[in-house]
């Protein structure tokens, strides 16, 4: 048997993404407009530049947020079974910023082929803050952590916008479209899958 998600929980998750959303774009629109290009950096150099960094100030900074913890607890052994809610909500913002870095670091380096130095840089200033907005949401509630979901937005849109220039560069404009039509089909099958009645009781 499974609990349902009550309303006032909807609510409060998507009213702190919709926020979150409308921040993330203001933040777009403003790094746009006054942040300077980076020097003479080419492409792919900035971005792997942007990789590093980007690890250095989410995934480092979730490793050794947990690394503290253990040190000072009796977590010190891992086999003790001792765990605060503080080291819990660490540990699932590691796991799932080494899950949404791979995909950001992946859309990244291909964007290095399409993009300008200074938009990949302000590409990785939006997934950086909203890595921490999701960290810092679910220290407050795990409602809460939807406070970094336009990080992974943009990541997709990343992905898509790669998609859909090699497809149309290699094979012309429909096979661009195709790309993205084929992702958005999953996606489609994915909200089918899992709004469909369950059978299990």
Request: aromatic letters at 12%; glycine letters at 6%; proline letters at 5%.
């Amino acid at each position: 048997m499974t609990d349902d998600v009550t309303p006032a929980q909807r609510r409060t998750t998507i009213s702190g993404i919709a926020l979150s959303a409308f921040a993330s774009a203001a933040i777009w629109v403003a790094l746009y407009l006054f942040l300077p290009a980076p020097g003479s950096a080419e492409p792919l150099p900035t971005a792997l530049a942007c990789g590093a960094i980007a690890a250095l100030l989410t995934l480092m900074a979730g490793v050794e947020a947990v690394a503290h913890e253990r040190l000072v607890t009796p977590a010190i052994d891992p086999l003790a079974g001792f765990e605060t809610r503080r080291m819990r909500v660490n540990s699932r913002y590691l796991q799932n910023t080494l899950e949404q870095f791979v995909i950001f670091a992946a859309g990244l380096m291909a964007l290095s082929a399409y993009a300008t130095p200074r938009i990949l840089v302000i590409v990785t200033i939006v997934w950086v803050l909203m890595r921490w907005a999701f960290w810092a949401g679910y220290h407050q509630s795990p409602l809460l952590r939807g406070w970094g979901a336009p990080g992974m937005v943009q990541s997709i849109l990343v992905l898509l916008y790669v998609a859909y220039r090699f497809g149309a560069d290699a094979y012309g404009a429909l096979a661009g479209y195709a790309l993205v039509g084929l992702f958005l089909a999953l996606e489609a099958l994915l909200f089918w899958a899992v709004n469909r009645p369950s059978e299990v009781q």
